[in-house]
């Protein structure tokens, strides 16, 4: 069954590095957008970054661009978030989930969700 599964997340120090890892697993990886998004404590989930199935296209939110480089292997069925510089506000659950639709905007674009991983950024 199709399935993604994030991992890599952790406890960092302001200005650290974290690199998250998003493995996937019953279905082609070459032919999906996959997308990178999280979640605070009481906030609405906010989409970080987004790779294009052809590797071509990748988008950033506003609050991550110059920090967060989003990459995809499709040879190890697996796609990365290399977060360096994080902030305290960077901390959240981080979630990785899969469209068909090149990189929607809207959560309904992305039809499989991974388990989350979370992230804290914290002295």
């Known amino acids: 069954q199709v399935q993604l599964v994030e991992s890599g997340g952790g406890l960092v120090q302001p200005g650290g590095s974290l690199r998250l890892s998003c493995a996937a697993s019953?279905?082609?990886?070459?032919?999906?957008?996959i997308g990178w998004f999280r979640q605070a404590p009481g906030k609405e989930r906010e989409r970080v970054s987004c790779?294009?199935?052809?590797?071509?296209?990748?988008y950033y939110a506003d609050s991550v661009k110059g920090r967060f480089t989003i990459s995809r292997d499709n040879a190890k069925n697996t796609v990365y978030l290399e977060m360096n510089s994080l902030k305290p506000v960077d901390t959240a659950v981080y979630y990785c989930a899969r469209s068909a639709v090149f990189c929607g905007i809207a959560d309904r674009e992305y039809d499989y969700w991974g388990q989350g991983t979370q992230v804290t950024v914290s002295l």
């Open positions: 019953g279905f082609t990886l070459d032919y999906y957008a």
């Open positions: 790779i294009s199935s052809s590797d071509d296209y990748t």
